[in-house]
């Protein structure tokens, strides 16, 4: 089983940055892909930005010039860094991974990091 711990949300103006982490545990090198999900009030759980094994990566369009995702696989570490933040950025936000590689059959969630952008 792998394990998710996220770190780094909070509250930020618009306009600011936030930098999201998550440490990934247990049986890390069954990861195949490995990002981030967010759900705001009301809505359905959303995928941000993920990227893979191999350093492909695939971003909400939303996001797209804004949010930059970076992996460590030895580390077992993945990063969001989030600017030019903006009011509906504001959710709870998942660290996500799928595996065993070379699927992606099995998720494993974090319990999730409050961000909160002000306007």
């Known amino acids: 089983q792998v394990q998710l711990v996220e770190s780094g949300g909070g509250l930020v103006q618009a306009g600011g940055s936030l930098r999201l982490s998550c440490a990934a545990s247990?049986?890390?090198?069954?990861?195949?892909?490995i990002g981030w999900y967010r759900q705001a009030p009301g809505k359905q759980r959303e995928l941000v930005a993920v990227?893979?094994?191999?350093?492909?990566?695939s971003y909400a369009d939303s996001v797209k010039g804004r949010f930059t995702i970076s992996r460590d696989n030895a580390k077992n570490t993945v990063d969001l860094q989030m600017n030019s933040l903006k009011p509906e950025d504001t959710a709870v936000y998942y660290c996500?991974?799928?595996?065993?590689?070379?699927?992606?059959?099995?998720?494993?969630w974090g319990r999730g990091t409050q961000v909160t952008v002000s306007s």
């Open positions: 996500n991974s799928k595996g065993p590689y070379p699927s992606s059959a099995i998720n494993y």
């Open positions: 247990g049986t890390t090198y069954s990861i195949n892909i």
């Open positions: 990227v893979s094994r191999a350093g492909t990566t």
